[in-house]
């Protein structure tokens, strides 16, 4: 029988494995997270028909005469680059930019993917179409994600109620202006709360004293309770800060336990970055630590992956930090169905850690990368495909009517 015949049949398996790859990529154009791939050939063994010899004194050396024996399918690489960004608005859609992969636990196996398109069970898990559990980690109480210990399911408890939290310390920023006259007030305001969660609206009043550069600072709630009185705050000729000396605080007050039974106190009021030039008065209450109850109301998701609580409270506070995984060679995992992909042999291990470390990829929110598929160049591959097996086909015709003209020798 002719070796051509059975090189051109394996050229007809080679062209129908590239014709199947290229069919499952254009099938999966539209699939969130899809990494397209190629088809790689290469030849089989060759037969020697006359092997090749050395120069010698008396004569030139000589090639080996060598006839191929067909073609076979070397490898199916992936493309990882990444994929256009579809934006969908919807929080729980998260988009690696960059490598990586997100972490999803099925059963009591890990499997890893880059389809962010997640959603929330009956537990309140952030789960994948089919069932796997997105991992990373929890925060805990007091909103501390600690992203060196193992990871574990993450979940976003809607309506979880935080408690009170008293007001210890105050803030306050900006200018207070250098052209005031003597006995000028100017206030500010800040609602502070007690540990029942209750709120106390606090004033502080700046009265331009008759020393040069020198402000006094009185504290009182709206109730009329004197908190602070007569504090002292200066600046030098350069409009900085000198008194309070540094950290630039107030000394603490506690309110009155005749009057404030649950608010205990001591609080401590920072005016280290306010400043005396001239202009406008710019001052503000910039911040206090406390708040009063509130319900968990929504999320938001950070470049870093960490899913930050926000509360009816106003508290804005980490849930959980969401786990990326990296592998020395991506193109050595086995892919498990469903978008995902488990450890394989030549994979390397999981790399697991935060987002933006380590060469991993940072988050983005309300966002889904879609497949990396370039339907021009799968519609090229596909014609080419398509000659490929018809030019084999081909061969096999002509070495079939060689053979019959063979047979027909003997007529």
Do not use: C
Request: proline fraction near 4%; hydrophobic fraction near 40%.
């Amino acid at each position: 029988m002719l070796r051509s015949m059975f090189s051109a049949i394996s050229g007809l398996r080679a062209h129908q494995t590239k014709m199947d790859v290229v069919g499952n990529n254009i099938a999966n154009v539209n699939t969130v997270g899809f990494k397209g791939s190629q088809t790689v050939f290469q030849d089989t063994l060759s037969q020697v028909i006359r092997a090749g010899g050395a120069p010698a004194a008396d004569r030139g050396g000589t090639n080996p005469a060598q006839v191929g024996l067909g073609v076979k399918v070397a490898a199916t690489t992936t493309n990882w680059t990444q994929g256009a960004t579809q934006s969908t608005g919807r929080s729980t859609d998260f988009m690696i930019e960059g490598d990586g992969f997100f972490v999803t636990r099925a059963g009591t196996e890990s499997l890893y993917t880059r389809a962010g398109s997640f959603d929330f069970d009956g537990k309140g898990s952030l789960v994948t179409p089919t069932g796997g559990v997105l991992q990373g980690w929890m925060a805990d109480a007091n909103g501390v994600v600690n992203p060196n210990g193992p990871i574990g399911d993450l979940s976003v408890p809607y309506g979880q109620i935080v408690s009170p939290k008293q007001s210890t310390t105050g803030a306050l920023v900006g200018n207070l202006p250098a052209g005031a006259a003597t006995g000028d007030t100017l206030q500010t305001g800040v609602t502070m709360y007690d540990n029942q969660g209750v709120a106390q609206k606090v004033f502080y009043n700046f009265t331009k004293a008759a020393a040069a550069n020198t402000w006094t600072l009185d504290i009182k709630h709206e109730n009329g309770t004197s908190l602070v009185s007569g504090a002292t705050v200066a600046f030098n000729a350069s409009g900085a800060l000198t008194t309070p000396a540094a950290p630039g605080t107030i000394a603490p007050f506690t309110p009155p336990a005749a009057t404030f039974p649950s608010w205990t106190g001591p609080v401590t009021v920072d005016v280290a970055t306010l400043t005396q030039f001239g202009g406008a008065n710019t001052v503000t209450a910039s911040d206090q630590n406390g708040y009063g109850l509130g319900s968990l109301q929504s999320f938001q998701l950070g470049n870093d992956g960490t899913i930050m609580g926000v509360y009816s409270n106003g508290l804005r506070q980490p849930l959980g930090k969401l786990a990326l995984a990296s592998f020395n060679n991506p193109s050595g995992l086995q892919k498990a169905g469903n978008s995902t992909f488990r450890v394989g042999d030549n994979s390397g291990v999981a790399n697991v850690g935060q987002a933006g470390v380590a060469g991993r990829g940072v988050l983005n929110s309300g966002a889904l990368e879609m497949s990396n598929v370039d339907l021009a160049e799968e519609f090229t591959g596909l014609i080419v495909a398509q000659r490929g097996f018809q030019a084999n086909s081909k061969v096999i015709t002509s070495s079939d009517e060689i053979l019959q003209d063979l047979v027909n020798l003997k007529r």
